[in-house]
């Protein structure tokens, strides 16, 4: 749980390479005594808005692309009920926020 994410994401800006990409993944699930009231209280949805704006707070990254995977259908094959049973439960959501950094130098105006 972060504590300071403007904080990190300045560092994975500073320590990534031109082009390079974060991916930050989760699901619905979380340590409710951890966690941030924003995190806590929110959706699906407002969790993915939360992590684009961090981003955004970093002058560099490109616009976040957002990666769900919420409510697949059932495979009822043998074969899908065999990745089922190895995989995350399908009520568990899953959510990823894609950015990279720029390939171009950032300049700020004065």
Not at 62 to 73: C, D, F, M, R
Request: with cysteine; proline share 5%; hydrophobic share 40%.
């Amino acid at each position: 749980y972060l504590q300071h994410p403007e904080k990190v994401f300045a560092e994975m800006y500073r320590v990534l390479k031109p082009g390079g990409v974060v991916i930050m993944s989760f699901s619905n699930r979380m340590f409710y005594q951890k966690a941030i009231s924003a995190w806590r209280d929110g959706t699906g949805y407002s969790r993915v808005q939360l992590v684009k704006q961090y981003f955004s707070c970093i002058s560099g990254f490109t616009e976040p692309e957002v990666v769900t995977e919420v409510g697949v259908a059932p495979d009822n094959s043998l074969l899908g009920k065999l990745k089922k049973f190895v995989s995350r439960s399908a009520n568990d959501p899953f959510y990823a926020v894609i950015s990279y950094r720029n390939f171009k130098a950032v300049y700020d105006e004065e």
